[in-house]
């Protein structure tokens, strides 16, 4: 059994992640409008979303290089 990473499903998990860790990050501020206008929050909502692509390219070569 072999997965190939699906583009465009992929892309839509990382914005899914990305909007997800933004809005954990507006629920635990007490201040919405300082969360909306802060750079560094929006660069970790992105990076949340990069992110969780880059780990499932990883998972997906470990799995091919030990599992078959």
Do not use: C, H, N
């Amino acid at each position: 059994m072999r997965y190939e990473v699906k583009f465009l499903p992929e892309i839509g998990w990382a914005v899914f992640v990305g909007v997800l860790a933004f809005v954990a990050q507006v629920a635990s501020s007490t201040d919405f409008a300082t969360v909306v206008e802060d750079p560094w929050a929006w660069v970790g909502s992105l990076g949340a979303g990069a992110g969780r692509v880059a780990l499932a390219l990883v998972a997906t070569e470990l799995r091919r290089r030990f599992l078959g």
